[in-house]
């Protein structure tokens, strides 16, 4: 077995890691973005989950109400983007930022007050957080060469969350695609005219995206302080929800684009702590700063459309205002 | 007093003094809910930020970074831009500053190389926004977007340059050397010291009277130069503009470059006023903050020196309420960011329906 197949295997698994709440995060701005809102706030409300969920799950002993609590706190984030956004009509931008450094100051006060400690919650101790899963079958196919390598250390040994994630996927698909609520989905974020002729309240449908996009985030919060992590810390999403932003430009608004593209962002973040210090011959060292980098500048070569074209949603960031 | 000049009431002073008001009941709530008593921390914010000559000159020193952050955001938003990215463009600003006020031939008068350190920043400033304009003008890519990813690059480039470029032989933390003598901004107390006034010390610098210089004449700019006028026409109507000659692609450009630049000049407050060297995260919260003071000063060079000087009480009283109090850390006044935004941006108009429903209801007969 050469060293660079395990590296390569061993790259992946924590690309696999970084990339699940990226990709809850990219799915709830898809489906945002989809009914014609601009999430900036993606960010914001996954460092809320990220937070509450590390402290409900340290108080109450439990990854999964822990899991629950973080839905729930990115779900009122998500409902007051709404209410700003879509029942008073105002800049959906401005909210969201708002969004973002109303969660970045609360949990930085919220930590001191309820843990004295600013910005840390409580290390969570073995079953408070979610535990690695061994899939049936690891013994068996362990000894086939190659296949069982990638089984057992790739395939295998994952938490809950990370398996979720990926399910999530063709069922985001197949609800914006087909299912009658995502038909009105997408015509609202494209014509939201014609969808209110229809009879349909746009105001509902665009509230009912945000309530699934809250609910989304949450896990992928969840995910970063109970599963990958063992608590939460200061700014953990680390940008994050702006990758999941930058996924959801680059995979074009369709959901497995997106997860493409997620996955992409998250192997060059556990390339950039693979390549760290590392020389390559005829290249030399690569500057991690570069590598960190490379997810918004192939970003903004896509979006100054040298390769290919992202056409958002068409009427993403317009309130719809009824004629009387 | 006429329906219409009742509405303008409305909307120019009461609607933006209803919505801060809210922003800080939610915190005093925050508060509550934090156990910490709201007019206590009230009181000893003010008396932190006001109450003495140092405090006053720190309230003053941190106001200064948001009057140019602030100004950045506005001229933007008067073209109808959203400027997110005046976090990036603060920090390369800084760069700027820095190259000039480290390698600039030490032996000139300081009257050539300050101008020169804070053209530095302004020029920076502006080349970090002219890439996102650019292409928000010609290649129809969204500039809030756009402006987030390069926050991310800025603070990237930032690292690889002060890691691999700056940083002195020997030191271990990133950042670079001190800058030459003559690029440092006198701080207030040596002035006043220098004709005989004692005052006390703090990091109060000339930096507030280039605040004050650029809120002028970004307020002539706006409302008395052809291009001002150009600005905001693109603003409030895109084909209005068009039909008047104006070309709503060079107006992006050239209104992106000033309000980066503008963001550009937090750099001298900070490096050649304060720090007298370039470092990590120096803009940390600023190009943020510059939002918030913007939306609450309505983008106009008066109000934002309001919502500046308000920010640098909060800023300045907030260090004071993390040292006095156990329960609370200066990280409400991010909270606190956050509520100005939200009241005053998103849910700008959460009043109006009542305010005009009381004050300029529409009487049967007009």
Redesign the interface.
């Known amino acids: 077995m050469s060293d660079f197949f395990l590296t390569a295997i061993m790259t992946l698994d924590a690309s696999v890691r970084v990339c699940v709440p990226l990709i809850f995060a990219a799915m709830a701005g898809l489906f945002a973005e989809r009914s014609g809102i601009?999430d900036?706030g993606l960010e914001g409300k996954l460092l809320m989950s990220a937070f509450v969920a590390a402290s409900a799950a340290s108080v109450f002993g439990s990854p999964w109400l822990g899991l629950i609590a973080g839905m729930f706190a990115s779900v009122v984030l998500a409902m007051?983007?709404g209410?700003?956004?879509i029942t008073?009509?105002?800049?959906q931008?401005?909210?969201g930022?708002?969004?973002?450094?109303?969660?970045?100051?609360?949990t930085?006060?919220?930590t001191?007050?309820w843990f004295k400690r600013?910005g840390i919650t409580p290390t969570l101790q073995g079953d408070e957080r979610f535990l690695s899963i061994t899939l049936p079958g690891v013994d068996i196919i362990d000894h086939i060469p190659i296949l069982g390598v990638v089984y057992r250390e790739l395939i295998s040994g994952h938490n809950i969350l990370v398996y979720l994630a990926f399910a999530i996927v063709p069922v985001v698909w197949w609800v914006v695609y087909r299912t009658r609520f995502g038909l009105r989905l997408r015509a609202v974020g494209e014509n939201p005219k014609a969808v209110d002729t229809a009879g349909l309240s746009v105001e509902g449908l665009r509230y009912r995206a945000l309530l699934i996009g809250g609910i989304l985030c949450g896990i992928g919060g969840a995910y970063l302080s109970t599963a990958y992590n063992a608590q939460f810390t200061k700014e953990m999403t680390a940008?994050g929800g702006?990758i999941a932003?930058?996924a959801l430009?680059f995979g074009k608004w369709h959901p497995y684009k997106v997860l493409a593209a997620c996955f992409l962002f998250a192997f060059l973040q556990a390339l950039a702590i693979r390549l760290q210090g590392v020389i390559i011959p005829g290249v030399g060292e690569i500057?991690v700063?570069?590598i960190?980098?490379a997810p918004?500048?192939l970003?903004?070569i896509l979006?100054?459309?040298f390769i290919g074209k992202?056409t958002?949603p068409k009427a993403s960031a317009q309130p719809y205002i009824k004629e009387l | 007093m006429t329906r219409d000049r009742r509405l303008s009431w409305i909307n120019g002073l009461l609607l933006p003094l209803f919505n801060v008001l809210t922003a800080f009941l939610a915190t005093g709530i925050i508060f509550l809910f934090i156990g910490v008593d709201p007019v206590e921390a009230t009181k000893i914010l003010i008396y932190g930020a006001l109450g003495y000559d140092e405090g006053l000159g720190y309230t003053l020193y941190y106001a200064t970074n948001f009057v140019f952050t602030g100004l950045a955001v506005a001229v933007a938003f008067h073209a109808g831009l959203f400027n997110i990215g005046g976090e990036g463009q603060a920090y390369v600003g800084g760069l700027g500053t820095a190259l000039v006020a480290l390698y600039i031939n030490p032996a000139m008068s300081a009257w050539i190389v300050i101008p020169l350190a804070i053209s530095g920043g302004l020029l920076f400033g502006a080349l970090w926004a002219i890439i996102p304009a650019y292409l928000q003008a010609y290649r129809g890519s969204h500039i809030v977007i756009t402006t987030i990813m390069f926050n991310f690059l800025a603070s990237s480039l930032m690292v690889y340059i002060l890691v691999n470029i700056l940083r002195e032989v020997g030191e271990m933390s990133p950042e670079s050397g001190d800058f030459i003598a003559a690029s440092w901004l006198p701080f207030v107390h040596d002035v006043f010291a220098s004709f005989g006034y004692k005052i006390a010390k703090s990091p109060l610098n000339l930096s507030i009277l280039v605040a004050l210089f650029f809120s002028a004449a970004v307020w002539f700019f706006l409302w008395h130069t052809r291009w001002g006028f150009a600005i905001r026409a693109a603003g409030k109507s895109n084909e209005a503009a068009i039909y008047s000659g104006i070309d709503p692609k060079k107006i992006i450009v050239v209104t992106m470059c000033i309000s980066g630049a503008l963001a550009g000049l937090v750099g001298i407050n900070e490096l050649m006023g304060v720090q007298h060297r370039l470092f990590l995260n120096f803009n940390y919260g600023y190009g943020f903050g510059g939002i918030a003071v913007a939306l609450m000063g309505r983008n106009h060079p008066v109000g934002i020196l309001i919502a500046a000087f308000l920010f640098g009480i909060l800023y300045q009283g907030g260090a004071e309420l993390d040292f006095e109090l156990q329960n609370v850390s200066r990280d409400i006044v991010v909270v606190m960011q956050g509520l100005v935004i939200l009241f005053c941006g998103g849910l700008e108009y959460l009043y109006k329906p009542i305010l005009v429903r009381f004050l300029a209801p529409v009487k049967e007969s007009e």
């Open positions: 601009v900036i007051i983007h209410f700003a956004s008073y009509k105002g800049n931008i401005v909210s930022v708002a969004i973002n450094i109303l969660a970045s100051g609360l930085m006060i919220l001191l007050a600013g940008g702006f932003l930058a430009i500057p700063q570069l960190d980098a918004y500048i970003t903004i979006l100054a459309g992202a958002p």
